[in-house]
């Protein structure tokens, strides 16, 4: 009999199924144990369910504080995974609590840009993730996300209506660091990631990313 979270993707594989026309690509490049950082683009508060429902292991995430708005909902967030983090970005619990559930062999959702896009295109990555990825060393898998930008709003989750599209790309490894981690560093890992998730994307949700894949690291 499955959990919380468990049902919780079964009803949401048959939400996304029946009210949207639902793709998922690369489920196979999904590694089935260890520390892994799931890193997306975000364009919709429905992105973590609907990649949550496309993944083949458990995910857990962070979600912006506001949302924990009472017992509840706060009750059912913690109970799908989720982990409050404050809107701004600078939230070291936040990334404690990052590292202890990588540090358990758990998968972890990010969105690096740091909040959903208002135009669907690609914003800067924040430095947290390149932090992430090179203190950690876990693997890092990119995916993008297509569609979900036209689900206005949260109870529109459980009827989208729409084309939806979840492309998972290969898993890597970023170089290891020597010595303290500088914020150039972790910029230019933030970076990286950023460009393995528009590789994924199709060009209009690029955004500052398009310029750099087409100077010849495009594949």
Not at 70 to 82: C, D, E, K, V, Y
Not at 146 to 169: H, L, N
Request: glycine fraction near 10%; charged fraction near 20%; proline fraction near 8%.
């Amino acid at each position: 009999m499955p959990g919380f979270y468990g049902m919780g993707k079964v009803l949401g594989k048959v939400q996304f199924t029946l009210f949207a026309k639902w793709e998922v690509e690369g489920r196979e490049a999904i590694p089935p144990r260890g520390p892994l950082i799931v890193a997306a683009n975000h364009l919709s508060n429905a992105d973590p369910p609907v990649i949550m429902c496309s993944f083949t292991r458990r995910l857990n995430f962070l979600a912006k504080e506001g949302l924990f708005v009472n017992r509840p909902i706060t009750s059912f967030l913690r109970r799908s995974g989720a982990h409050p983090v404050k809107a701004d970005g600078q939230d070291l619990r936040a990334l404690r609590w990052s590292l202890r559930m990588l540090a358990r062999d758990a998968a972890v959702l990010v969105f690096p840009e740091g909040t959903r896009s208002k135009t669907a295109a690609l914003q800067e990555g924040k430095p947290g993730i390149g932090y992430l990825a090179l203190r950690t060393q876990a693997p890092v898998l990119p995916v993008a996300v297509t569609g979900t930008e036209r689900i206005p709003g949260m109870w529109r989750v459980a009827f989208p209506m729409c084309r939806i599209g979840v492309k998972i790309g290969a898993p890597f490894t970023l170089p290891a660091a020597e010595g303290k981690l500088s914020r150039e560093a972790m910029r230019q890992a933030s970076d990286t990631i950023m460009e393995r998730i528009a590789q994924l994307l199709p060009p209009k949700y690029r955004g500052i990313y398009a310029s750099r894949l087409n100077t010849g690291r495009d594949e």
